[in-house]
Structures are given as structure tokens and as C-alpha cells.
């Protein structure tokens, strides 16, 4: 899996899922070396590059640790995930990692999971259990930096197109931050929502977003908080010969998203993200300390970057080797960084 991974996105990744932001490998013994320790990671989201980043940073922290790990991948299939999260149970994991998915599916057996000594962690899930730390990005200000960039760009009054999915707690986060804006600024009308998690995510997308420009030709801004609805929208911007005219504001980074931005003309012009791959090592970090017999906190977040295609274009940015390289805000974190911790 690690290297399809690798010839998929690059040296790119292995770099960032490589970065130590605290002690090094070699200067720190794990407390879990050689104790045969194993983690599960269950993950409902996989489509797109902002989970195979995470994937990447949960294995480079995983193996750091000396923690033996196993990847259930449910593709976006709630049904699939509690499957699989009963199996993690049933096979007696010493830890377990949630990543997205909904909270009535999972909720249950996650509390089955604490009550027979299993720790857990849950990444961009609500598993609504007081003794399983919540890891975040900082979703409220994902939307808002976006929003405020998209405000700063066009004024405070235009029609907007707004993909959105239901139930998952990191765009229900940023839904709320929308909503607010749009009673900060009257001028700012949502003239549509759509969105689907229905595989492959852009395609279809753009498929409901075509549809969506036909009958609405006085649309100007696109917020898209998700790359993987940003790069749906850009298909029927493109294809619709819009790019002139509408502009589109989204969340999370990618490689590809990067090229999208910086082609010539091109109508993505803003994201707020955090490194991907740091969020799956801080998941794998909280999942330690519990393991370790320590409290993480309730709620792990680590803040976003606002990355604008203007800048993109100014630092030459053109994957995300050189997003670490040349924005340092973007590329560390000592967050849940302990002394006692080697790091990847």
C-alpha cells in the first residue's frame, strides 16, 4: 500500500510523512518497542488525496512507535465501517483510530470499544464518548479564513454556490461558520446546495454543479470546504467557460490541488488547510498517550494556513514538497510532541 502510495504522489509525501517536528527515531526509545502493541486504524473516507496524506502520516508515527498497525478501509460506506470497527473489537487491538464517518454508526461499538479496555481516538468523527479525545482540524477557522478571503476578493455582496454533505462534523463545523456569515453579510446569497460522498466525489460534483451554473448564470463566488468538492467545481467552471467569472474558495490541500490553482486562469483562487499528514501523526500521538496512561486533552486541534493562489504563484509552489519547504507555518507541529515520544 505504502508504495502504490509513494508512486502515486511523490517524494512529496514521503517527505511530509517523514518530518520530525521533536525528538528524532534515534534519540528516543519507545515506550511500546517490542511489546507487540497493535493499533487499528478504521477509516470511512478515502477518496481523495487528503485521506491517502493522513494515511501516510498515521503509518510514518505508527512505525516511529514501534506500534504494529492495520488499515480497514470503508470507501465512504458508514455500513462497511461499523463492520469493520466490530472487527477491531473482536480482534482485541490495543488501539483503535476513527477517521470521519457518523456518529449514530459508530457511537455504540466505540463505547464497547472503551468499555473492554481498547483505547480510542477519533479524527474528524463525533464519537460522543467523554473518554475517547476528539482530533480536529480547527473547522470553524478552515471556513472562516476561506470565507474572509472570498470577502476580502469580491466585496460582501455577491450569489453564491455551496456544496455541502450532512453529517459529517468537520463540514457541519464549517457549515455553521458559513451561516454565520451570511448573517453578517445580507449581501451573500446562497442561490444553491448540493454535494454528494458518492465515489468518484469530483466527477459527480460536477455533475450537480453543471446543472447548478445552467440555471444560475449570476453565481460569482463557489464555497467548496472540501478539495474533493473544489475540484468538482473547477470540472464545470472549466468545462461551462466560466473561469472568468466565478471564483472558488475550498479547504484541505493536495498536489493536485496545487496544480489546479496554479493553472493559467484558473478559477480555485483560495484554500485553508492543515498538513494532512501531520493530522494522521497527531491522531497516532493522542492514541499513544492514552496507551501510555495519559490524558491527551478532550479535544486535540491544530490550526490551518490559508493558502491563496497568489501565493502559490509568488514562492512558485508547485507540490506539496514545496508548500513545506517554503511555508513553515504549514510544515510543523509540535503539537502532543512529548519528550518521551520518538517522532517519524
Do not use: C
Amino acid at each position: 500500500m505504502m508504495k502504490s502510495m509513494l508512486n502515486k504522489f511523490g517524494l512529496a509525501v514521503a517527505s511530509i510523512a517523514l518530518m520530525a517536528t521533536g525528538a528524532q527515531a534515534e534519540d528516543v526509545k519507545s515506550p511500546f518497542e517490542g511489546e507487540g502493541m497493535r493499533i487499528a486504524h478504521v477509516r470511512y473516507l478515502s477518496q481523495g488525496d487528503f485521506p491517502e496524506l493522513y494515511l501516510s502520516g498515521v503509518r510514518a508515527q505508527a512505525e516511529a512507535l514501534g506500534l504494529e498497525l492495520d488499515v480497514y478501509d470503508a470507501r465512504q460506506d458508514a455500513s462497511i465501517q461499523r463492520n469493520q470497527l466490530e472487527q477491531a473489537i473482536m480482534k482485541g487491538y490495543d488501539g483503535i483510530i476513527l477517521q470521519h464517518g457518523f456518529t449514530d454508526s459508530l457511537k455504540d461499538l466505540a463505547d464497547m470499544a472503551v468499555q473492554n479496555g481498547i483505547k480510542v481516538v477519533a479524527f474528524d468523527v463525533n464519537a460522543d464518548n467523554a473518554e475517547i479525545p476528539q482530533i480536529n482540524q480547527d473547522d470553524h477557522l478552515i471556513a472562516r479564513m476561506s470565507l474572509e478571503q472570498a470577502v476580502k476578493d469580491n466585496g460582501n455582496a455577491w450569489k453564491a454556490a455551496y456544496v455541502y454533505v450532512p453529517g459529517i462534523p468537520p463540514l457541519d463545523r464549517r457549515d455553521e461558520v458559513f451561516e454565520e456569515f451570511k448573517k453578517k453579510y445580507s449581501g451573500i446569497e446562497e442561490v444553491a446546495r448540493f454535494g454528494t460522498l458518492n465515489n468518484p466525489i469530483p466527477n459527480q460534483v460536477a455533475d450537480q454543479a453543471a446543472a447548478v451554473f445552467r440555471a444560475n448564470p449570476d453565481i460569482t463566488v463557489a464555497f467548496s470546504p472540501y478539495d474533493e468538492f473544489a475540484k468538482g467545481i473547477k470540472i464545470a467552471v472549466d468545462e461551462a467557460g466560466l473561469t472568468d467569472s466565478v471564483k472558488i474558495y475550498s479547504a484541505d490541500i493536495s498536489n493536485s490541488d496545487i496544480q489546479a490553482m496554479r493553472e493559467p486562469g484558473s478559477a480555485w483562487v483560495a484554500t485553508t488547510a492543515t498538513n494532512p499528514a501531520i493530522m494522521g501523526q497527531v491522531s497516532v500521538r493522542a492514541l499513544a498517550y492514552l496507551l501510555n496512561d495519559m490524558d491527551p486533552g478532550k479535544q486535540v486541534t491544530v490550526p490551518p494556513v490559508l493558502i491563496t493562489q497568489e501565493m502559490l504563484n509568488a514562492l512558485d509552489i508547485n507540490n506539496m514538497n514545496d508548500l513545506v519547504d517554503k511555508v513553515s507555518s504549514f510544515s510543523e507541529s509540535d503539537v502532543l510532541a512529548a519528550e518521551w515520544m520518538p517522532l517519524p
